[in-house]
């Protein structure tokens, strides 16, 4: 059997965040990364490890996404070195519920750690995360309301990637910062025409075309996305026109892009509560017993010696202990052909006809 070449892989610049609110997070007081960090662990299940490390934090954690970006291991080996990971002390799933301002919610996140933990360390730091602020995501290219991406590797390609992230970071603020019509919802797309149509009953100078306020209702309507309401707006727009006003268009459109009101910025959230989690599944350890990161029920003995696992192993076990249903196949399961003959008589049976004829 060929053996696929487990050499360290640098992350794709393509792999995906996971929604907002969930992925990868850093766990805290690590060591200074080195060239053996994950020198302990089986030669595939290191550079798994590397992989993830080097990973920004919000990066999509489950088995399918890691086995789609690292060649060389599929889903259920991958499923494998993400256990192997967990028992060795490097990753956790935790179910926390943050909260921000007056409303909550639930949210899934597994934690990474270079530096291997015991259970006692995860337990506790599982309890010491209540009440933690959790930054919101920085830009439109974070999905999963992330903290800061993790440091970049060491070396002259590390800090090149690293600066490239920021500055895609700089241009992506940027380019919020514009105004853009496609980016404001309809609701203040409408009002801010109507705004804008009203503004002559304040102030008779203040007369706009219907193309004018059709030219200008985004720049409006951007106004009330950064909190603005209709009377404030109409104030900024009339108050001191100059006498008489020759082009009331121009000036408007003067004002609402220089006196732009700053972005709201979303109060971050705070993790109120927090329990373990399965890495692979929904049981809590308030539902069932999590040990070194898995539940009983997920968790798959290869029967190996703790050394490399071959891709088809993990098959075997991951087959072996939680068969795939019906309802995840591309087709139900046949029967075999023997038992088919067997299959009709019952359905012919139960609609009340006579058993086939067989020669």
């Not at 929604?19 to 020198?39: H, I, M, S, V």
């Not at 609701?187 to 219907?210: F, G, H, I, M, N």
């Not at 200008?216 to 100059?242: H, M, N, S």
Request: glycine share 6%.
């Amino acid at each position: 059997m060929a053996v696929a070449d487990f050499s360290p892989v640098m992350p794709a610049a393509a792999h995906p965040m996971a929604n907002p609110g969930f992925g990868k997070r850093e766990a805290p007081d690590q060591l200074a990364r080195t060239a053996d960090d994950f020198g302990h662990l089986p030669k595939r299940e290191a550079m798994v490890a590397g992989y993830i490390d080097q990973l920004p934090e919000g990066a999509a954690m489950d088995h399918k996404t890691l086995a789609a970006h690292i060649p060389g291991i599929g889903q259920a080996g991958m499923r494998g070195s993400l256990q192997i990971l967990s028992v060795a002390g490097h990753l956790r799933r935790l179910k926390e519920r943050v909260v921000r301002e007056d409303s909550s919610r639930w949210v899934t996140r597994t934690y990474f750690s270079r530096t291997a933990r015991d259970e006692d360390w995860w337990r506790a730091y599982c309890r010491s995360v209540d009440a933690r602020l959790v930054p919101l995501a920085a830009g439109p290219g974070r999905v999963e309301g992330a903290e800061a991406p993790a440091p970049a590797p060491e070396g002259d390609a590390g800090a090149a990637e690293g600066a490239q992230a920021r500055d895609t970071q700089i241009e992506d603020a940027q380019a919020e910062d514009a105004p853009a019509a496609a980016e404001v919802r309809p609701v203040e797309q409408t009002t801010a025409y109507r705004t804008l149509a009203k503004l002559k009953d304040t102030d008779p100078a203040a007369l706009l075309s219907a193309a004018d306020c059709a030219s200008l209702a985004p720049l409006a309507a951007e106004w009330l996305e950064r909190g603005c309401d209709v009377r404030q707006l109409t104030y900024a727009l009339t108050q001191g026109l100059p006498t008489p006003l020759h082009n009331p268009a121009a000036l408007i459109r003067k004002r609402l892009e220089n006196k732009m009101p700053p972005k709201r910025t979303p109060e971050p959230e705070t993790v109120v509560q927090s329990m373990l989690m399965c890495l692979f599944c929904d049981e809590t350890e308030q539902t069932s017993k999590i040990v070194d990161g898995v539940c009983a029920e997920c968790r798959i003995d290869d029967g190996s010696d703790g050394g490399e696992v071959s891709d088809a192993a993990w098959e075997a076990a991951f087959a072996q202990y939680r068969p795939i249903p019906d309802t995840f196949r591309a087709r139900p399961e046949q029967p075999a052909s023997s038992e088919v003959p067997a299959l009709a008589d019952g359905l012919r049976a139960a609609a009340g006809l006579p058993p086939k004829r067989r020669v």
